[in-house]
Nanobody, 123 residues
């Protein structure tokens, strides 16, 4: 199986930036599609970004498109989410996701989840 550990969350001022990291272990990292989802209090979990394991194409939720970038470093078995121009509405617990199929990540039924890292944006 795959184990995912997120880091990089914290408290940041509106307009600032954060770089979230997700370290993966277990199965071959490069064979898994990866993603980031978030869940704010009282709201459903929402997919933020995802990328294929075998293609460079990526998906971004409309609210973060243009100010967020998902990337991966296969040598380090790590996926990143760079978030810029942060807004108060970005406040949520951010979860790393992994699955052999990006379709599962898009549906929210991916095989593996991290435990989450809290992002709080103050205004």
């Amino acid at each position: 199986q795959v184990q995912l550990v997120e880091s990089g969350g914290g408290l940041v001022q509106a307009g600032g930036s954060l770089r979230l990291s997700c370290a993966a272990s277990g199965r071959t990292f490069s064979n898994y599609s990866m993603g980031w989802s978030r869940q704010a209090p009282g709201q459903a979990r929402e997919l933020v970004a995802a990328m294929y394991w075998n293609y460079e194409s990526a998906y971004y939720e409309d609210s973060v498109k243009g100010r967020s970038t998902i990337s991966r470093d296969n040598a380090k078995n790590t996926v990143y989410l760079q978030m810029n121009s942060l807004k108060a509405e970005d406040t949520a617990v951010y979860y790393c996701a992994a699955d052999p199929s990006i379709g599962s990540i898009l549906r929210g039924d991916n095989d593996y989840w991290g435990q989450g890292t809290q992002v709080t944006v103050s205004s």
